[in-house]
């Protein structure tokens, strides 16, 4: 469904309102202590409303997630909490929703939509038996109220980085611990810590901006008695929630196998492995319940002189196949170590355009113009010919990588008084040309998308 179609044919009345539902993708979280997964959202949410006051009531909610979960576990869980704000009177019967998915967000969204339609019974929530016995939600009623879905660089078919890091399961295993044992040890100085476990691994990282998000998040944990009990509360919740994160992706790595361009099952849950008979039952759901969706795809900066055909896959046997051995000069200058060695995961590997083809063409979001996309074009996380669904005519082609969408395009200084020293980051240095008129664009449109005109 077009954009500008979609947002004119839903009117409600002013007394309805417009539940807009952020689900974050692989990372999970909301926030870990003062770093927020879609950051500057919220500010720029806000003067969207007050320059359109004929749209329906609209209210922002950010859901967090399990990281690294299998995506029957996360979709579960985003089942949980709509479950609990209908049991609890935060979404009315009149109400409507839209979630908004980015990367594994998406996927958690397909498969929720997917289970609330074959649902049979009440789901059961807040209460226990007899007096307290729990309230029944049915699974219709939230169905029936979600009338948008916006996917945002989504792996709809996977993504041949999840293929290759978990060929690489013991060494990702490896820094996992080193970094439980970092948080857990709150006497030491963590962010020292860290930065002699980066420099000693791959000192190229030193000045990645990745590496300033994690010292951040480190800094947070360190209690300070002298600034008094509010700090040192904050610092021991920044540790807990740090410490459990953590030790959710250390204990369930699952997504991993979800996301990878080739199933390692054939009964994956995953939606990125559903069937053509299966998306089509999915997109017969939609519309049976009118969900309209409205998707974006992000493409970054190529790095890389690839030689014609095939892109091998990084190989770390095979030191030709490294990314510092074929980049361009001139074009990676620009970017950091770490979105390259992003880049080239994902560049090589099972992928191949749906419908196995070599390549696809999409249309711009600001230029409107047809773009053809090969196989190995990506985001630094996600191939963008996979984003390329339900609708790939309606697509809206992105230059960006997987986080600029997101918020985090840029360095932004932590508030006054904040033990971090950045409250966003450029975590993946593309180069791409993704600046604030982009993502101001990008969320605008969603905003359009989501909310509609009030009901005359």
């Given at each position: 469904?077009?954009?500008?179609?979609?947002?004119?044919?839903?009117?409600?009345?002013?007394?309805?309102?417009?539940?807009?539902?952020?689900?974050?993708?692989?990372?999970?979280?909301?926030?870990?202590?003062?770093?927020?997964?879609?950051?500057?959202?919220?500010?720029?949410?806000?003067?969207?409303?007050?320059?359109?006051?004929?749209?329906?009531?609209?209210?922002?909610?950010?859901?967090?997630?399990?990281?690294?979960?299998?995506?029957?576990?996360?979709?579960?869980?985003?089942?949980?909490?709509?479950?609990?704000?209908?049991?609890?009177?935060?979404?009315?019967?009149?109400?409507?929703?839209?979630?908004?998915?980015?990367?594994?967000?998406?996927?958690?969204?397909?498969?929720?939509?997917?289970?609330?339609?074959?649902?049979?019974?009440?789901?059961?929530?807040?209460?226990?038996?007899?007096?307290?016995?729990?309230?029944?939600?049915?699974?219709?009623?939230?169905?029936?109220?979600?009338?948008?879905?916006?996917?945002?660089?989504?792996?709809?078919?996977?993504?041949?980085?999840?293929?290759?890091?978990?060929?690489?399961?013991?060494?990702?295993k490896v820094v996992v611990a080193q970094l439980r044992a970092a948080v857990a040890a709150s006497q030491l100085p963590l962010v020292d810590a860290f930065e002699h476990l980066i420099s000693s691994a791959a000192a190229a990282l030193a000045n990645t901006d990745v590496l300033f998000a994690v010292q951040d998040a480190l800094r947070e944990t360190e209690e300070d008695t002298t600034k008094g009990p509010m700090?040192?509360?904050?610092a021991q919740e920044a540790a807990s929630l740090l410490g459990l994160w953590l030790r959710h992706i250390a204990t369930d790595f699952s997504a991993i196998d979800d996301l990878a361009a080739q199933s390692s099952s054939d009964n994956s849950a995953s939606p990125a492995?559903?069937?053509?008979?299966?998306?089509?039952?999915?997109?017969?759901?939609?519309?049976?319940?009118?969900?309209?969706?409205?998707?974006?795809?992000?493409?970054?900066?190529n790095p890389f002189d690839f030689p014609k055909g095939a892109i091998p896959r990084w190989d770390l046997l095979k030191p030709w196949t490294y990314p510092e051995f074929n980049k361009d000069k001139k074009r990676a200058a620009e970017t950091d170590a770490f979105y390259r060695m992003c880049y080239r995961a994902c560049a090589g590997g099972p992928f191949k355009c749906p419908p196995h083809s070599d390549t696809l063409v999409v249309r711009g979001l600001r230029s409107g113009e047809p773009r053809e996309i090969a196989a190995w074009d990506n985001d630094g996380i996600v191939n963008t010919a996979s984003?390329?669904?339900?609708?790939?005519?309606?697509?809206?082609?992105?230059?960006?990588?997987?986080?600029?969408?997101?918020?985090?395009?840029?360095?932004?200084?932590?508030?006054?008084?904040?033990?971090?020293?950045?409250?966003?980051?450029?975590?993946?240095k593309s180069h791409s040309g993704f600046i604030s008129a982009t993502f101001d664009e990008v969320w605008t449109s969603i905003f359009d998308f989501c909310v509609p005109v009030k009901a005359s």
């Open positions: 469904m077009a954009m500008n179609e979609a947002s004119d044919d839903l009117g409600v009345s002013s007394n309805n309102r417009m539940h807009v539902v952020l689900i974050p993708g692989f990372a999970g979280f909301d926030a870990l202590g003062q770093l927020e997964y879609y950051a500057g959202v919220t500010p720029l949410f806000r003067r969207w409303q007050e320059k359109h006051r004929d749209r329906a009531t609209a209210v922002l909610h950010y859901f967090d997630n399990f990281p690294t979960a299998a995506v029957v576990t996360r979709s579960e869980r985003l089942s949980q909490y709509l479950v609990k704000r209908f049991a609890r009177g935060e979404f009315s019967s009149d109400d409507r929703i839209a979630l908004v998915g980015h990367s594994t967000g998406g996927l958690d969204i397909r498969l929720l939509l997917w289970h609330l339609a074959q649902l049979a019974k009440p789901v059961l929530t807040d209460g226990g038996r007899g007096k307290n016995k729990a309230v029944e939600v049915d699974p219709r009623e939230i169905l029936k109220r979600v009338d948008r879905v916006v996917f945002i660089s989504v792996p709809q078919w996977g993504t041949n980085i999840a293929d290759w890091v978990r060929t690489y399961g013991t060494e990702r700090h040192t509360a904050q492995h559903f069937t053509p008979v299966q998306r089509k039952q999915e997109q017969a759901i939609w519309k049976r319940h009118g969900i309209q969706t409205l998707s974006f795809a992000t493409i970054g900066n984003m390329l669904w339900p609708n790939q005519e309606e697509t809206l082609l992105v230059d960006g990588d997987h986080m600029d969408v997101v918020g985090h395009y840029k360095r932004v200084r932590a508030i006054q008084g904040s033990d971090r020293e950045f409250q966003a980051y450029d975590l993946l």
